[in-house]
C-alpha cells in the first residue's frame, strides 16, 4: 500500500467530491447528507485552487481516499477538517 498527502489538483475534484459523498451519507460528520453536486463540487474546488487556500487530499495507491483542509469561513481563524474513507 502506497499513501501520500498530496496538495488539491484538479485531477481530484471528482474521486474526491465521491468520498465526500460517502462521509455525507454517515449523517455525522458533515451537514451534507449526499455528495454536492459536479457544478457545485468543482465551483468549490476551483475556488480553493484559485485563491491559494489549503486542501490537501490523501491517497491510496493513487486513489482519493479522504481530505484534510483549512478555509477560513468567517473573521475568526480557519477551521481544519479531516476525513478518510476506510478501505
Not at 485531477?11 to 465526500?20: D, I, K, Q, T
Not at 476551483?46 to 473573521?75: F, H, K, S
Request: glycine share 4%.
Amino acid at each position: 500500500m502506497n499513501v501520500s498527502i498530496v496538495p488539491l489538483a484538479e485531477s481530484h475534484f471528482e474521486p474526491l467530491r465521491a468520498v465526500v459523498g460517502i462521509v455525507a451519507a454517515e449523517k455525522r460528520f458533515l451537514a451534507l447528507t449526499q455528495a454536492p453536486t459536479s457544478e457545485n463540487a468543482r465551483a468549490f474546488y476551483r475556488n480553493i485552487l484559485d485563491n491559494d487556500l489549503c486542501q490537501y487530499v490523501a491517497l491510496l495507491d493513487g486513489e482519493v481516499v479522504g481530505w484534510c483542509d483549512i478555509l477560513q469561513r468567517t473573521e475568526r481563524p480557519g477551521v481544519m477538517w479531516v476525513f478518510l474513507e476506510w478501505v
